[in-house]
Structure formats: structure tokens, C-alpha cells
Nanobody
Framework: QVQLVESGGGLVQAGGSLRLSCAAS????????MAWYRQAPGKQRELVAS???????TYADSVKGRFTISRDNAKNTVYLQMNSLKPEDTAVYYC?????????WGQGTQVTVSS
């Protein structure tokens, strides 16, 4: 069992930056992959970025070049550095951890980008 706690969301002006953190506890050493998803009002949840244990990273096209996902294994924490934020990045951001076929979600953190 894994527990995830997110932090770092907030309100920022367009062009600004935020860094989200997701701390994993419990069976964190067994995590195969971690990811950030987001869900805007009225839209489906979408993958923003993911990082697997081997280090392979994937980004949604909409955030490539602006967002960076990283993982600190010693702290069992994954980060999402978000730069050049746009109003369309406004959403609730969720951390996700996968152990084999089991996925665990964090509670979500709101990111609001004003124009």
C-alpha cells in the first residue's frame, strides 16, 4: 500500500512558475512508475508527465519544453517543475504511483493560472 501527499499548487500569473511535490510513503520502494495527471473542469483527466523506475520520462505534447518531472528516490518524492504557465494549464493536478497493475492517487492540488 502506498500513500501519496501532494503540495505546491496555487495561483500564479501567466508566464510564472510553480513546483509540485508528491511524497510517497508506505511501500514506496516497490513503485514502478510515478506520474502527474491533471483534470480541468468539464474535461477528462489527462496524463501530464510520467517517470518510470528505469528513468524513462514521457510528457504530454502540451507541456513539452515547459514542464519537467523528476524523482528523488532517497526522499520517495516526485516533482513537477512547471514553467511558462498558461491559463490552459489551470486544473487539479494529481500524483499517481503504480506498483505492478495497482495505481494509487493523491488527493490533488489546485493550480490556477490567471491571464
Amino acid at each position: 500500500q502506498v500513500q501519496l501527499v501532494e503540495s505546491g499548487g496555487g495561483l500564479v500569473q501567466a508566464g510564472g512558475s510553480l513546483r509540485l511535490s508528491c511524497a510517497a510513503s508506505g511501500s514506496a520502494a516497490s513503485i514502478n512508475a510515478m506520474a502527474w495527471y491533471r483534470q480541468a473542469p468539464g474535461k477528462q483527466r489527462e496524463l501530464v508527465a510520467s517517470i518510470i523506475s528505469g528513468g524513462s520520462i514521457t510528457y504530454a505534447d502540451s507541456v513539452k519544453g515547459r514542464f519537467t518531472i523528476s524523482r528523488d528516490n532517497a526522499k520517495n518524492t516526485v516533482y513537477l517543475q512547471m514553467n511558462s504557465l498558461k491559463p490552459e494549464d489551470t486544473a487539479v493536478y494529481y500524483c499517481n504511483a503504480r506498483i505492478l497493475l495497482t495505481m494509487t492517487w493523491g488527493q490533488g492540488t489546485q493550480v490556477t493560472v490567471s491571464s
